[in-house]
């Protein structure tokens, strides 16, 4: 599971990392029920490299930035995960959303919206990842 120790071993004392380790704290912590925060696939060789990288990037500068509200980036990224059809890191960003207090509603209607952009395919897709979710917060 996500935590804090596990994620400052790649991290040292960059703002940066730090900014991103809360921030993935905040989208990813467990809640009871709820599917398993993203686990990245990496070959040793590269892990701490990567595990730097992408958390100071994509948590700490993209996610940390000013300028939009976390609940608001959260939805355009449920948009983007299903228009691309990122199914494995869609269920994660649908628990996140979860996290952050979007409804259920919220949620379909965001990856509904896709289907007349990206196709109904990739919200078909999206919508099974999105009811995986809501299933597996329900307890079946």
């Given at each position: 599971?996500?935590s804090e120790e596990r994620?400052?071993?790649?991290?040292?004392?960059?703002?940066?990392?730090?900014?991103?380790?809360?921030?993935?704290?905040?989208?990813?912590?467990?809640?009871?029920?709820?599917?398993?925060?993203?686990?990245?696939?990496?070959?040793?060789?590269?892990?701490?490299?990567?595990?730097?990288?992408?958390?100071?990037?994509?948590?700490?500068?993209?996610?940390?930035?000013?300028?939009?509200?976390?609940?608001?980036?959260?939805?355009?990224?449920?948009?983007?995960?299903?228009?691309?059809?990122?199914?494995?890191?869609?269920?994660?960003?649908?628990?996140?959303?979860?996290?952050?207090?979007?409804?259920r509603e919220e949620i379909?209607?965001?990856?509904?919206?896709?289907?007349?952009?990206?196709?109904?395919?990739?919200?078909?897709?999206?919508?099974?990842?999105?009811?995986?979710?809501?299933?597996?917060?329900?307890?079946?």
């Amino acid at each position: 599971p996500l935590s804090e120790e596990r994620l400052a071993v790649a991290g040292g004392n960059d703002d940066r990392f730090a900014l991103g380790i809360a921030k993935a704290l905040e989208l990813f912590t467990p809640r009871s029920g709820a599917p398993r925060p993203p686990t990245l696939r990496v070959p040793k060789e590269i892990a701490e490299d990567w595990n730097r990288l992408s958390i100071s990037t994509v948590m700490g500068d993209v996610w940390g930035r000013p300028g939009l509200e976390t609940r608001e980036r959260a939805r355009i990224t449920i948009g983007v995960l299903t228009a691309l059809d990122k199914p494995e890191q869609l269920r994660s960003y649908v628990t996140a959303g979860i996290n952050l207090g979007l409804s259920r509603e919220e949620i379909c209607e965001i990856i509904l919206h896709v289907a007349a952009y990206a196709g109904f395919p990739a919200a078909i897709q999206g919508l099974a990842v999105a009811s995986e979710v809501f299933d597996a917060l329900e307890g079946g």
